[in-house]
């Protein structure tokens, strides 16, 4: 009777299933991160798009107006600096403005469309969702028809949809560390920022409800900080 023989592997075989191992475990740990973070900017382009219609809906209530990045505290029912994410909540939750305007909340509503999954825990306050609002479309807006706001009016004043030529060129929404952003060429550049990338860019909402996504300097090199321009007059 011939005896079978079960040859074991050699070192060399050994050597060659640990090194692939290596290699894929080593893929892995770099493409998850890559993944994860191209998977979460994905959700955010979604919940930019409802906000389009939150926006929308807030403008037909208001006059076209859309709500300012900052209501001051003299100007706000809840007698506190209110924001514009806030007022959208409000329009979806039916809570008082005062509730929305505590930490715990946004800590306990993460599913909101308005907190931004990319948000680091630790940043998410009543201020800083992970989503922020164009802080110099008004002042623009004013510049290209003439005129200029007082610093102290830049972010409190209300952009008014039918002083809007081209909504398909006016950005709105993006991600950002607090609830205004500028979009120039130094903020571009600031480490705030990372936490909020994937693949090197951010989607951006523009007025007519379309999201692009695209390098914070490649923003500012389209100059959309500066839109409209005043060579591009909006609308009476």
Do not use: C
């Not at 510049?143 to 060129?169: A, C, F, I, M």
């Amino acid at each position: 009777m011939t005896k079978t023989q079960h040859r074991g592997f050699t070192l060399i075989e050994l050597l060659v299933v640990i090194s692939i191992i290596a290699v894929l475990t080593t893929l892995a740990a770099v493409m998850a991160p890559k993944i994860l973070k191209k998977g979460a900017q994905t959700k955010s382009i979604q919940s930019m798009r409802q906000m389009a219609s939150s926006l929308e809906l807030y403008a037909n209530d208001h006059a076209n107006r859309l709500p300012p990045p900052l209501t001051p505290s003299a100007e706000s029912e809840a007698k506190d600096d209110t924001y514009w994410f806030t007022y959208l909540e409000q329009q979806t939750s039916n809570k008082d403005l005062e509730e929305l305007l505590k930490d715990k909340y946004w800590q306990a509503n993460k599913d909101s469309n308005l907190v931004n999954g990319m948000q680091p825990k630790k940043s998410l306050k009543h201020n800083s969702v992970g989503y922020a609002m164009n802080g110099v479309l008004a002042q623009n807006i004013a510049l290209s028809r003439g005129d200029e706001l007082e610093p102290d009016e830049v972010l409190s004043t209300p952009v008014n949809l039918t002083t809007v030529r081209n909504p398909e060129k006016t950005p709105i929404i993006r991600p950002h560390w607090t609830w205004h952003y500028s979009g120039d060429k130094k903020e571009a550049k600031d480490q705030r920022l990372t936490p909020f990338l994937a693949g090197g860019t951010l989607p951006v909402l523009f007025l007519d409800g379309h999201v692009e996504t695209m390098a914070p300097l490649a923003y500012a090199n389209r100059d959309l900080h500066l839109t409209p321009k005043p060579e591009e007059k909006s609308g009476d």
